[in-house]
Nanobody, 115 residues
Framework: QVQLVESGGDLVQPGGSLRLSCAAS????????INWFRQAPGNQRDFVAR???????TYSDSVKGRFTISRDNAKNTVYLQMTDLRPEDTAVYYC?????????WGQGTQVTVSS
């Protein structure tokens, strides 16, 4: 059973930074790409970033240039470094992996950007 556990969410002022972590277990971490999504109240869950097994990355337009996704295969962990945070970044952030056609999600971590 794939397990994903997010952490690092917090209340931060506009312009601030946070680093989210996603610890993965119970699957061969190195052979999968990993995604970050986010969901604000009343909204659908939106794609934020992806990191491939090669280390290549892709981002949504709304976070490009401000967020950086990375992975540490030795620790089975994916990170999302977020800078220049804006109130519209407020959401629950989830990491995601697709294995054998099944979507797996963590429990999410809350990020609130407010003064």
């Amino acid at each position: 059973q794939v397990q994903l556990v997010e952490s690092g969410g917090d209340l931060v002022q506009p312009g601030g930074s946070l680093r989210l972590s996603c610890a993965a277990s119970e699957f061969p971490f190195t052979v999968y790409y990993i995604n970050w999504f986010r969901q604000a109240p009343g909204n659908q869950r939106d794609f934020v970033a992806r990191i491939f097994t090669t280390g290549g990355t892709t981002y949504s337009d709304s976070v490009k240039g401000r967020f950086t996704i990375s992975r540490d295969n030795a620790k089975n962990t994916v990170y999302l470094q977020m800078t220049d945070l804006r109130p519209e970044d407020t959401a629950v952030y989830y990491c995601n992996v697709v294995s054998a056609g099944v979507n797996y999600w963590g429990q999410g971590t809350q990020v609130t950007v407010s003064s």
